[in-house]
């Protein structure tokens, strides 16, 4: 089955990698910007970064036939660093007509800090101000509920977001149906040691149907793998769902969701 990871960091993974998620089925990815594993430490290092988002790594995809998609913003975890993020938020519109590019992300919070969310709501604003798209990152484990919640409360006080336009990334079982329920679209992250597993992702969609859900794999350079949306087909197969509702889930809610970035382009082979 075809399929669109909407949520795969592939600067930390190889080429072989590339050729394996083809063979696998997978036609798109959308590459948020994220934490390089240290703080990066200069607004040049992050235009460096931009520039391999925007040029090298859709390259390097299109070898294999794979649609390369990507978001930008100064990760969470590097926001304790005010003034450098400004100097970020102040350069990402240089970047922004570039193609494949969809909008802001991955954005949110880490440790649920203040400077966190003073960084995150400045993101919110350039978002806003250029008409961009929004990917978030929910924290991780015992911060989750509470980072998610004060993210939906900084969203949901702005009147001037389209929450449709909004996409509230790494959500479970405890996260899901506030983000659903305020009108935002909601990603599930398959991760082998923490997060979801295929099979949490399945109960979930049963529980809430398939309406405005995605399923990725956040591959990145920790413990990740980077097949793991085929995992879910999988599981859901299994299950014995029938293969509208999977490639609802894997295929055209990610391109609905994408297809409101003015830097949509489609994805190969795609004729709707
Ligand atoms: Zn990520």
Not at 137 to 166: F, W
């Amino acid at each position: 089955m075809d399929y669109f990871d909407p949520h795969i960091h592939m600067v930390s993974r190889t080429t072989d990698d590339y050729e394996t998620l083809a063979k696998m089925g997978c036609v798109a990815v959308s590459e948020p910007a994220f934490w390089a594993g240290f703080d990066r430490g200069s607004v040049d290092g992050f235009r460096d970064y931009f520039r391999q988002l925007t040029e090298f790594e859709p390259t390097r995809a299109g070898w294999y036939g794979i649609q390369h998609y990507t978001w930008l913003c100064i990760n969470a975890k590097e926001a304790e660093n005010v003034s450098l993020s400004r100097e970020v938020i102040a350069m990402i519109p240089e970047f922004l007509d570039q193609p494949g590019v969809l909008g802001i992300g991955e954005i949110g919070l880490n440790k649920n800090t203040k400077n966190e969310s003073i960084v995150f709501q400045e993101h919110v604003e350039l978002a806003l101000k250029t008409d961009e798209q929004i990917l978030i990152h929910t924290p991780h484990l015992e911060d989750k509920y509470q980072g998610t919640r004060m993210i939906l409360d900084m969203l949901t006080s702005d009147s001037r977001l389209n929450r449709a336009r909004v996409l509230v990334d790494h959500v479970e079982e405890h996260t899901v149906r506030h983000v659903l329920e305020a009108g935002f679209w909601a990603g599930m992250t398959l991760y082998p040691v923490s997060k979801c597993t295929p099979a949490r992702a399945a109960d979930i969609v049963e529980r809430y149907g398939p309406e405005r859900l995605l399923v990725n794999s956040a591959g990145d350079w920790g413990p990740s793998k980077p097949t793991a949306v085929p995992d879910f087909i999988l599981e859901m197969r299994r299950r014995g769902h029938p293969e509208s509702l999977i490639r609802q889930v894997v295929y055209d809610n990610p391109i609905r969701f994408f297809g409101q970035s003015r830097g949509f382009r489609g994805v190969p082979g795609d004729a709707s």
